[in-house]
């Protein structure tokens, strides 16, 4: 079982729409998760970053945190064909001082005009 | 102000030859990474540099693959007898320190095509 598990889509809405993104993690001991947004030909950039369980809303952006079921989520309102990108869940180990980010599979997401 | 800087951007090589990559860091980051990014997948995590600490090297696929930062600043991903499945997007990222609160920043990428 991977450490963290997304599905990839592709997801395509039009726009205006309330967009959700999800991903699933093994290991209870994870503790911080981000998500990153990546566009075409791009290196990947940190939209969110939670800690505890509960919502964590930033503009238009707000990422959910459910801990007793292992579930993070990204949801995006009102979403605009600039939101159209891949989108990558992220959480370090929970080994303390480990130094990496694992990372989901990414979901591609296209916002329609 | 400058970001991440990867070079080259692109670049194709023939199987069985070697390539180097490199990566210029933010400005005054001591936490240095490289991930790997196949078509249609996740970001795989190659290795991470701190300081002077030792790097870990954990995420490395084989042999074939090494890195050095010299100086503390910039870092150089070598891949010596590229086969195929080595293509991919080759990222590198900085942060002020570890990851623990540190925002991570990517650069752009270098892509690499294995003919």
């Not at chain 1, 990947?44 to 989520?73: C, H, W």
């Not at chain 2, 860091?25 to 991930?35: E, F, K, N, V």
């Amino acid at each position: 079982q991977k450490e963290v598990e997304q599905d990839p889509g592709p997801l395509s809405v039009p726009e205006g729409a309330i967009v959700s993104l999800n991903c699933t993690y093994s290991n209870s001991a994870f503790q911080y998760f981000m998500w990153y947004r990546q566009y075409s030909r791009k290196g990947p950039e940190l939209l969110m970053y939670t800690y505890s369980s509960g919502n964590k809303e930033d503009g238009r952006f707000t990422a959910q945190v459910d801990k007793s079921s292992k579930y993070i989520s990204l949801f995006i309102r009102d979403s605009q064909p600039s939101d159209s990108a891949t989108y990558l869940c992220a959480t370090p180990p929970g080994v303390q001082g480990a130094q990496k980010l694992v990372f989901g599979q990414g979901t591609r997401l296209t916002i329609n005009p | 102000g400058a970001g991440v800087s990867q070079s080259p951007s692109n670049k194709v090589t023939e199987k069985g030859k070697d390539v180097e990559l490199r990566c210029d860091p933010i400005s005054g980051h001591t936490a240095l990474y490289w991930y790997r990014q196949s078509l249609g997948q996740g970001l795989e995590f190659l290795i991470y540099f701190q300081g002077n600490s030792a790097p870990d090297k954990s995420g490395l696929p084989s042999d074939r693959f090494s890195a050095e930062r010299t100086g503390g600043s910039v870092s150089t991903l070598t891949i010596q007898r590229t086969q195929q499945e080595d293509s991919a997007v080759y990222l590198c990222a900085s942060s002020l320190q570890g990851i623990g609160g540190n925002t991570i920043y990517f650069g752009e990428g270098s892509w690499l095509t294995v003919v």
